[in-house]
């Protein structure tokens, strides 16, 4: 990057008030979320006392989020496309909105107009000799604001990564800018645990040399990817990706090489964690960042081999039915690409599909393996999409199992303190005694209580 062109730009940077202030009322605007988050134009956003009726669409964000204060009702209404921390609770009480949205459909609803955005407020990193900013550490749906708004204001960091792909975005289309200088928002690694440890273990084993691995930020995806540095030929096709993952491409366990969907380089849609995992990003042609749409498109996906796609979950129910983004009705997070990657990962050669939980909440109160979901639970993942799930107490594929197997399966790797619970309840809800209880009648048929008959894709469940 030419220093002096950037110095030359700067000149026409205007405050954080002034950039906000061309936004009218009753617009609809997208702004940048996780490590991307414009913090200053937020700030300033929600400083403006004279605005009425915005619509602010985002994803999770980072940072500060004023917008979300009651100060800001009747001015600013937060529309969350995947709801992070600050955000849960406006929309549990009413003054925030929340829309159920795959993060692959979001570009759809902007180049449609199905919402007709009029503004985007993004971060970007500063422009180079040829007049070319970068969205930095987030494509994902920022692409398609970029290119479906009418007015860009832009907060140009000369901390943001500059990032490879389809990261590209003309200067020129920039209305209002300020000029910053500040370290982007960031995570450092969660300390792993011995429930994350053993989870991390048991991924680990199932994932073979040359798969093409989808993971999430947090304790569990990190204690397996601290677990995949002996494995071989390893490839990334990810929605997103954090700090752990950088170790894998440094020791040579990630090469891209056996990919069929932009070999020889990790494809991400955006990137959240430390400074670490900025500075591999920036400048890095290794790592091609690109549009949700794209990452997440099941057809995209599932032409790769191996695909060990590893996702979470709240609550899995007996009959194999994921709720991923709600506590019953209070909404904690967002469709996001969990069932895009589920189903593209089972369709790929190979491909194991994963849903990982430990086995208990609230410090062991709570079974995470229930007999139904709580009333309002959202069913991101189908029942009949499920393949793997896995505890800290085993791993077992539900996929072509009877709802009496998978009852079977899922109990084997519940906390043993709520097993007897969850069987009493499964043969109350079914109507029919579990193979178990047959067994220990003295007219039964052994072979109905033989692990064959319980289906050759469930795994007992291991104990710690």
């Given at each position: 990057m030419n220093h002096h062109d950037w110095s030359q730009f700067k000149s026409r940077a205007v405050s954080a008030a002034e950039a906000v202030r061309i936004i009218p009322n009753g617009a609809r605007a997208f702004m940048h979320g996780g490590a991307a988050t414009p913090t200053p134009l937020v700030l300033a956003l929600a400083a403006r006392t004279d605005l009425e009726g915005l619509r602010l669409y985002h994803v999770h964000t980072e940072g500060p989020a004023p917008f979300l204060d009651p100060a800001c009702e009747g001015r600013i209404?937060?529309?969350?496309?995947?709801?992070?921390?600050?955000a849960r609770g406006p929309v549990a009480e009413g003054r925030a909105d929340f829309i159920p949205v795959f993060l692959s459909?979001?570009?759809?609803?902007?180049?449609?107009?199905?919402?007709?955005?009029?503004?985007?407020?993004?971060?970007?990193?500063?422009?180079?000799?040829?007049?070319?900013?970068?969205?930095?550490?987030?494509?994902?749906?920022?692409?398609?604001?970029?290119?479906?708004?009418?007015?860009?204001?832009?907060?140009?960091?000369?901390?943001?990564?500059?990032?490879?792909?389809?990261?590209?975005?003309?200067?020129?289309?920039?209305?209002?800018?300020?000029?910053?200088?500040?370290?982007?928002?960031?995570?450092?690694?969660?300390?792993?645990?011995?429930?994350?440890?053993?989870?991390?273990?048991?991924?680990?084993?199932?994932i073979e040399d040359g798969s093409t691995l989808q993971i999430g930020i947090g304790a569990i995806p990190d204690a397996v990817l601290a677990r995949l540095q002996h494995k071989h030929e390893l490839g990334v096709h990810t929605e997103?990706?954090?700090?752990?993952?950088?170790?894998?491409v440094e020791c040579g366990a990630v090469t891209n090489r056996l990919k069929i969907v932009a070999p020889g380089r990790i494809v991400t849609a955006f990137v959240i964690g430390s400074q670490?995992?900025?500075?591999?990003v920036h400048d890095n042609p290794f790592v091609n960042f690109i549009g949700s749409d794209k990452t997440n498109?099941?057809?995209?996906?599932?032409?790769?081999?191996?695909?060990?796609?590893?996702?979470?979950a709240i609550e899995v129910d007996l009959t194999g039915q994921v709720c991923a983004d709600s506590m019953g009705h209070r909404i904690y997070s967002g469709i996001g690409g969990q069932?895009?990657?589920?189903?593209?990962?089972?369709?790929?050669?190979?491909?194991?599909?994963?849903?990982?939980?430990?086995?208990?909440?609230?410090?062991?109160?709570i079974s995470r393996i229930t007999s139904e979901l709580k009333p309002g639970a959202g069913v991101v993942t189908t029942r009949g999409h499920v393949h793997w799930i896995v505890t800290e107490y085993g791993a077992v594929n539900l996929q072509g199992l009877t709802l009496r197997e998978r009852g079977e399966a899922l109990i084997s790797i519940a906390h043993p303190d709520f097993q007897a619970g969850l069987r009493r309840d499964f043969t109350r809800i079914r109507h029919f005694p579990l193979a178990e209880d047959l067994a220990r009648r003295p007219d039964a048929d052994q072979n109905a209580a033989s692990p064959s008959a319980r289906g050759s894709g469930a795994r007992k469940g291991t104990t710690m």
């Open positions: 209404r937060s529309v969350s496309l995947f709801t992070g921390a600050a459909d979001i570009h759809y609803l902007f180049q449609t107009r199905r919402i007709p955005l009029d503004v985007a407020i993004l971060q970007l990193s500063p422009p180079d000799a040829h007049g070319w900013c970068t969205l930095g550490t987030s494509v994902d749906c920022a692409r398609a604001a970029f290119d479906h708004a009418t007015i860009i204001i832009a907060e140009i960091n000369e901390q943001m990564p500059r990032t490879h792909g389809e990261s590209l975005v003309p200067f020129s289309r920039v209305n209002a800018f300020i000029a910053t200088d500040r370290p982007l928002h960031s995570h450092e690694p969660e300390a792993e645990g011995p429930v994350e440890a053993r989870i991390g273990e048991v991924i680990a084993d199932l997103m990706f954090s700090d752990r993952l950088v170790p894998l670490r995992v900025f500075d591999f498109d099941t057809a995209t996906i599932r032409k790769n081999p191996k695909v060990a796609a590893i996702n979470s069932m895009d990657f589920i189903r593209g990962a089972a369709l790929s050669p190979g491909g194991k599909p994963i849903i990982a939980l430990p086995s208990t909440a609230k410090g062991g109160q």
